[in-house]
C-alpha cells in the first residue's frame, strides 16, 4: 500500500516569505509526527498529532511555526516570516496509534521529506 | 531524561566484514529503543525495536542488536556487509510519558568493494 507522502519534495523561498509543507499519512493511521532534520543531524521532533489535535507540540522552535490536521488525515506545517535557519529537511511520520500499545512502542512510518532552502 | 549517543559519526567497512555500529543510551530505567537507517534519497526505515521481551533483538536485512543494561548500549551489528547496507543508521530512544523521538546524530556507514 501507499506510504506517507510528503509535498512539494523540494522548496526555495525567500527570507520573510510564507511557506506550507503538506504530509499525507499511511491511511487509517491516527499518529501524525512532524520532524526537522539539519544537514549531519538527526531528526529533531518537532510536533505530534492524535487524531485531529496536536497532542504534544512542545518541539515547535517559535510561534513561526505552526501545524494543523484538521480532519485527522493530511497534516500542514506553516513556516510565517522564513529565516536562513530554517533551512533543513522537514520530516513526517505517521503511526498505527500514538505511543504505548501493549507495551511497547510504535513503529513510525517516515515520509521521504520537504528540502526547504531559505535565501 | 532519556538521550542516545551514537560514538562513530563514520564507520568504513569492506564488503563481507562484520559492521559494528555503537550506541549508549542514557535513561534511568530499560527504554525501549529502535534502530532507524535512512539510505539516500529515502524515508526513514525501521531496522528493529528492543521492548524488554528479548535482549537480544533481530531486524530486517542481517542486522541485530543487543540490549545491555550493565553498558547503557544498544550496538548495531552484522556478521557481513553488502555495498547495499551503505547508508546513516540512527539509533532512537522514546522520552518516557511522551510520544517524542530522541534521534542520536547519526552514524554514516560506508561499504567499501
Known amino acids: 500500500g501507499a506510504g506517507v507522502s510528503q509535498t512539494p519534495s523540494n522548496k526555495v523561498t525567500e527570507k520573510g516569505k510564507y511557506v506550507e509543507l503538506r504530509c499525507d499519512p499511511i491511511?487509517?493511521?491516527?499518529?501524525l509526527y512532524w520532524y526537522r532534520q539539519s544537514l549531519g543531524q538527526g531528526p529533531e521532533f518537532l510536533i505530534y498529532?492524535?487524531?485531529?489535535?496536536?497532542?504534544?507540540d512542545s518541539g515547535l522552535p517559535n510561534d513561526r511555526f505552526f501545524a494543523v490536521r484538521p480532519e485527522g488525515s493530511v497534516s500542514t506545517l506553516k513556516i510565517q516570516r522564513t529565516e536562513r535557519g530554517d533551512s533543513a529537511v522537514y520530516l513526517c511520520?505517521?503511526?498505527?496509534?500514538?505511543?504505548?500499545?501493549?507495551?511497547?512502542?510504535?513503529?513510525?512510518?517516515f515520509g521521504p521529506g520537504t528540502r526547504l532552502t531559505v535565501l | 531524561a532519556q538521550s542516545v549517543t551514537q560514538l562513530d559519526s563514520h564507520v568504513s567497512v569492506s564488503e563481507g566484514t562484520p559492521v559494528l555500529l555503537r550506541c549508549n543510551y542514557s535513561?534511568?530505567?530499560?527504554?525501549?529503543l529502535f534502530w532507524y537507517v535512512q539510505h539516500p534519497n529515502k524515508g526513514l526505515q525501521l531496522l528493529l525495536k528492543?521492548?524488554?521481551?528479548?535482549?537480544l533483538v533481530k531486524g530486517i536485512n542481517g542486522f541485530e542488536a543487543e540490549f545491555k543494561k550493565s553498558e547503557t548500549s544498544f550496538h548495531l551489528t552484522k556478521p557481513s556487509a553488502h555495498m547495499s547496507d551503505a547508508a546513516e543508521y540512527f539509533c532512537?530512544?522514546?522520552?518516557?510519558?511522551?510520544?517524542?523521538?530522541?534521534f542520536g546524530t547519526g552514524t554514516r556507514l560506508k561499504v567499501l568493494a
Open positions: 511520520a505517521s503511526s498505527s496509534n500514538g505511543g504505548i500499545a501493549g507495551g511497547s512502542y510504535n513503529e513510525q512510518f
Open positions: 491511511s487509517g493511521h491516527t499518529a
Open positions: 498529532f492524535q487524531g485531529t489535535g496536536a497532542a504534544d
Open positions: 535513561s534511568s530505567y530499560s527504554p525501549s
Open positions: 528492543y521492548t524488554s521481551a528479548a535482549t
Open positions: 532512537v530512544v522514546p522520552t518516557s510519558g511522551t510520544y517524542k523521538y530522541i
